[in-house]
């Protein structure tokens, strides 16, 4: 996870009672919307610590270092039931730039397509991450920090690529964790939609993944396409996430 989301050890930091570590920040650092950005990667306080300002203290005192590295921006998602982080990040100067939905559902309970059921001969295998980088038009969003090109890259074997073809053309494809059953893309060349490739793909995803549950983290609710893929696959709702950033 640390990887793929682009860990930095030399911008990463910690607050310590004598030689303990009480808590933590874990950025990634990277490139986000054409713009040098840290990203909040993992954080976490030990019970006896919390409550006491401790993370907000560590987050203030990365900023120095985090503008003399270059970084133009601060980049994090959050639980939007979570009303007291996200007052806490407010305050730091955080704003809301999007809304995400989360779905997850046991292997066995979703819904694909067999392959005699497609309305046109499609063939899928796997194919590599090189194969993909021109196919970022076939999605209707951007992806989030742990879902893009640039993390998917940072992951390298660890991540799984099919493409879905009629005759030798890619018509979609899907990036996936087969160890956590976490879909991390999938997407089809609007030529070809509405003709059942996105769930022959996941269906291909599932014979391939040791996971018994799967799960798809920050669609964009406006994203129609996606929604009406969700449901008609049974991933079902499993949490809101806002995207916050602040300009460095």
Partial sequence: MLKRRGYDPELSFAAFDADEIVAFTFNGTGTFNGLYTAYDTGTGT???????????????????YLKEAGIEQ????????????????????????????????????????????????????????????HASGFSDFCP????????????????????????????????????????????????????????????EMLKRTHSDIIKVLNVVPSCQPMKAFMNNSNLQPAGKQFEMILPL
């Fill in 46 to 64: 030990a019970k006896e610590y919390r409550g006491k300002g401790i993370a907000k203290e560590i987050f203030e005192y990365s900023i120095p």
């Fill in 144 to 203: 989030s920090w742990q879902n893009s090109l640039d993390s998917i890259v940072r992951a390298g074997a660890d991540l799984v690529c099919l493409g879905a073809f009629a005759a030798d053309e890619l018509a979609g494809y899907c990036v996936f964790d087969p160890l956590t059953g976490d879909l991390s893309q999938i997407a089809v060349n609007r030529p070809f939609r509405r003709q059942k490739i996105a769930s022959r793909l996941l269906a």
């Fill in 74 to 133: 601060y980049l994090l998602e959050v639980l939007q039931n979570n009303a007291k982080a996200i007052s806490v990040y407010q305050k730091l100067g955080f704003t809301i730039t999007r809304e995400f939905d989360c779905f997850r559902q046991k292997r066995n309970d979703i819904n694909c397509v067999k392959s005699n059921e497609l309305d046109l001969p499609i063939e899928v295998s796997p194919v590599e991450v090189a194969s993909i980088t």
